[in-house]
């Protein structure tokens, strides 16, 4: 069994230890400051110094009562017996700490004030993800983000421990499957007790800052996304500085950029429909003004296109062709008539590599061509 100093020196970045087991691709320690890979959370990263080496962990994974420490050629470099020093990347363990502790924190107001329970729940490297079986709105989430911020601020002590089986008895706590054996309970004092394996910070200020990232409906339930302590720090300073540079693009301050954007986009739908008004008019004149059954055109949208396609072939007979320019030599089609199968105009389409299909009233698809090698098969 591997002695998890982890467990009650969560702030130690330094460790000696002895080499029990080697294979060929991990160690085990008969003790180690490394939290492996579980319950959600991604294991410490850091390195272990050996001969004069400080080898780089691979990963931190657990075997039953073992943790192995994941080294590419292990039996190679150590041997049973071996003396070994650990040193934790400090920055990435307190990186989760903040995470893991800030998501008890919610978890904990979220499960008091609905009833829901944590079912899921991810902390990565880049996010830390949270699943409750229940739905919640934009204000709970917002109520629940500002208390979380309150319980922060108040610095309360973030107990960790391993109580016996007969306080357990009597305790209620939370957790997302049934445990055997010790089980260790992080108790936030008015706000969360919970079963957990990870390392914590000591006190709720440590967490620094939580802020809801995102959310959505998931499962009938609700998925959301939190941001603590330095995470969030970096967060703001990304969404701080982009609302810096879109009020400069518009010469107003961040608080006015908002609706200077807005503004822009609303005039922008509005001259895009006048655009499109022109560029329909001018389609419908193209084939009013002409006799012409294969009309080359450089609209795309697919509205126009529709509404000029049944234009045309309503004032001609036979088969009618529009050719949508999507780049150089490469053309998007509608085809048909309304006295012919639609499908019969396919073949010479394809035989210069157009791809398609369609029904009796209209074939439509795209073709890598130029227009006169287009219209010389469409003419045949």
Not at 107 to 135: A, W
Request: charged share 25%; glycine share 8%; aromatic share 8%.
């Amino acid at each position: 069994m591997t002695e998890k100093l982890f467990d009650t020196n969560p702030y130690n970045t330094d460790f000696i230890a002895r080499v029990t087991e080697v294979a060929d691709d991990y160690i085990i320690l008969d003790r180690t400051l490394f939290f492996p890979e579980e319950g959600g959370q991604t294991c410490d990263r850091g390195t272990i110094s050996f001969d004069g080496r400080d080898i780089a962990l691979d990963s931190v994974s657990v075997s039953g009562d073992d943790i192995l420490h994941h080294i590419k050629g292990a039996s190679r470099i150590f041997s049973t017996g071996d003396m070994i020093k650990g040193h934790i990347d400090w920055a990435h363990r307190f990186d989760n700490m903040q995470n893991h502790t800030g998501e008890h924190i919610f978890s904990g107001i979220i499960h008091s004030r609905k009833g829901y329970d944590n079912v899921g729940f991810s902390l990565t490297e880049t996010t830390c993800q949270m699943d409750y079986n229940g739905p919640l709105t934009d204000q709970e989430i917002s109520e629940a983000e500002l208390y979380a911020n309150q319980i922060i601020w108040q610095n309360l002590p973030v107990e960790c421990r391993y109580p016996s089986a007969c306080e357990l008895k009597d305790m209620d706590y939370r957790s997302k499957k049934e445990l055997s054996g010790p089980i260790r309970i992080v108790t936030i004092p008015g706000v969360d007790v919970c079963a957990c394996c990870a390392p914590h910070v000591g006190f709720t200020s440590e967490v620094g800052i939580l802020k809801v990232i995102s959310h959505m409906n998931y499962k009938g339930g609700s998925r959301l996304y939190i941001a603590c302590g330095k995470r969030a720090y970096l967060d703001y300073t990304r969404s701080f500085d982009s609302l810096t540079r879109i009020g400069h693009m518009f010469s107003t301050g961040r608080s006015e950029a908002v609706g200077a954007v807005e503004r822009l986009c609303s005039k922008n739908r509005q001259l895009s429909s006048q655009l499109n008004e022109a560029l329909s008019a001018e389609l419908k004149r193209q084939i009013s003004s002409s006799s012409d059954n294969v009309i080359f055109t450089s609209v795309t949208d697919r509205n126009i296109l529709t509404d000029a396609f049944n234009l045309l072939k309503e004032s001609r007979s036979g088969a009618c062709y529009i050719f949508s320019k999507k780049s150089d030599n490469e053309y998007s089609f509608l085809a048909g008539g309304t006295d012919i199968d639609a499908r019969t105009l396919l073949p010479p389409l394809k035989a210069i590599g157009a791809r398609g299909g369609g029904k009796a009233l209209m074939i439509q698809g795209s073709v890598c061509k130029d227009a006169e090698a287009i219209r010389a098969a469409v003419s045949r």
